[in-house]
């Protein structure tokens, strides 16, 4: 009940594109949602993140979607750019279980071609 | 800008042997933790540190595991008998507080012979 489940595992999109990666979850007491970016050799960063509280969250190109009955929330990339080329963790956590206790999905690694 | 910084960056060892990660987290923060990620894997939980004690650990820290934070500056993960299995990249992170952001260091690759 733990697990937070992500797909895909990869993702080529073209410069322009959008990417879309989806995440679902079990545990109805997970009310943080994050997501982190993560390129090679580096930790992972906080990218974005919502409360499920609200359907939508952007920041700039960055979306998510998300849908509390469904239990499920996506990440959209508008206009991908190279730069976006890194691995992708959606993440879960709750008040309860404490914030910064993470669960992460398997993540997903995302290529822009120009 | 203030950042987590993890040393060393790639540790090999042998199996049975303890070793000591290192990390420092950004300086006003008050919370610790760390994380590790098998190579290919999902980033994983491990602990949680605040005030001189664990405030959370997952079933992954076993009494193999150990944290400290020997001085004002550093926080150490210990493992005390390495395994082959023990070998993945181990995160650092700290916050300011337990409901913001926290703040990964660059990992130590950990590889057990």
């Known amino acids: 009940q733990q697990q937070v489940k992500q797909s895909p595992q990869s993702l080529i999109v073209q410069k322009g594109g959008i990417s879309i990666i989806n995440c679902a979850y079990e545990?109805?007491?997970?009310?943080?949602f994050p997501w982190y970016q993560q390129f090679p050799g580096k930790g992972p960063a906080l990218l974005i993140a919502?409360?499920?509280?609200?359907s939508e969250k952007k920041e700039g190109r960055f979306t998510i979607s998300f849908n509390k009955s469904a239990k499920q929330f996506s990440l959209h990339i508008m206009d991908s750019q190279p730069g976006d080329s890194a691995t992708y963790f959606c993440?879960?956590?709750?008040?309860?279980?404490?914030?910064?206790?993470?669960?992460f999905g398997t993540g997903t690694k995302l290529q822009v071609i120009p | 800008e203030p950042e987590v910084t993890q040393t060393p960056s790639h540790q090999v060892t042998q199996m049975g042997q303890e070793v000591i990660l290192r990390c420092v987290p950004i300086?006003?923060?008050?919370?610790f933790y760390w994380y590790r990620q098998i190579l290919g894997q999902k980033v994983e939980f491990l602990v949680s540190?605040?005030?001189?004690?664990?405030?959370?650990k997952s079933e992954i820290f076993d009494d193999q595991f150990s944290v400290e934070r020997p001085d004002g500056s550093n926080f150490t993960l210990k493992i005390r008998s390495t395994k082959l299995e023990d070998s993945a990249m181990y995160f650092c992170?700290?916050?300011?507080?337990?409901?913001?952001?926290?703040?990964f260091g660059q990992g130590t690759r950990l590889t057990v012979v």
């Open positions: 919502i409360r499920p509280d609200v």
């Open positions: 540190f605040y005030y001189n004690e664990i405030s959370d």
């Open positions: 993440a879960a956590s709750s008040r309860s279980g404490g914030y910064q206790k993470v669960t």
């Open positions: 992170a700290s916050s300011l507080d337990a409901e913001l952001e926290a703040f």
């Open positions: 545990n109805t007491a997970f009310d943080y």
């Open positions: 300086s006003n923060h008050l919370y």
